[in-house]
């Protein structure tokens, strides 16, 4: 290992065809991490794995080498140095797990479940915001369209049980479909699921929309 480190310091020559078992392969990469690789703390930034060569020769080989054990890397260069890195945390995982480095596998593995846990939270928690905005816009819009048609003085022409969905909305205008539907089974006597509300709004969208375009049709005529 030792000799693995110091020729990767000192740029020396290393012929990969000399490196036959996968053991002699793993030395060579440990050896040159030990050497000229570095990883980023994962607890205070993203995942980063990366060996920082001056021998853009000795960065191809290093490179091979973690292809071999499908492990995607990616070379570029940095000035006068060329870097061979890699920012999947599941391949950093499983070339520590070839280092056979435990106590580090563990510490970066804690941090990794936890850091995917909380992505997790925050993305859930978006989305059910995401979700209670919909919720409120469309119970805004379903709002609108029933002040319509009674100002219009047009509720009236619903039939019975679109009007109770409707005096519900007015009730609960922040309510999803599902909560809608649940009081409304509960409270009013008339059993209905999400589909039956959705329903019950698209016939008072299409009466204000049938609505509007007959008064837009009679001011065209009259102008």
Avoid at 15 to 24: A, F, K, R, S, W
Avoid at 90 to 111: G, H, M, R, V, W
Avoid at 125 to 138: V, Y
Avoid at 140 to 153: A, F, G, S, T, V
Wanted: charged content about 30%; proline content about 1%; some cysteine.
């Amino acid at each position: 290992m030792d000799f693995i480190k110091d020729s990767i310091s000192l740029g020396t020559r290393i012929d990969l065809e000399t490196l036959v078992t996968d053991e002699e392969k793993i030395a060579f990469i440990e050896g040159s991490f030990l050497a000229v690789g570095n990883i980023s703390n994962p607890s205070t930034s993203g995942y980063h794995l990366e060996f920082i060569f001056t021998k853009e020769r000795l960065a191809k080989q290093i490179l091979k080498l973690l292809e071999y054990f499908k492990l995607n890397a990616k070379i570029i260069k940095r000035g006068y140095k060329t870097v061979v890195y890699i920012k999947s945390s599941e391949n950093i995982s499983d070339l520590i797990k070839l280092f056979k480095a435990t106590s580090s596998l563990f510490y970066f593995e804690d941090i990794r479940i936890y850091r995917d846990h909380k992505n997790m939270v925050n993305r859930l928690n978006n989305c059910e915001i995401a979700n209670q905005e919909k919720t409120f816009k469309t119970g805004q819009k379903q709002l609108e369209d029933i002040n319509y048609l009674k100002n219009m003085d047009l509720y009236d022409l619903l039939d019975d049980k679109t009007k109770i969905v409707a005096d519900a909305r007015i009730k609960y205008p922040e309510l999803s479909y599902q909560e809608l539907a649940d009081i409304i089974t509960k409270e009013m006597d008339y059993r209905i699921g999400k589909s039956g509300i959705n329903h019950h709004f698209i016939k008072i969208s299409n009466l204000v929309k049938r609505h509007k375009e007959k008064r837009s049709n009679d001011e065209s005529k009259v102008s």
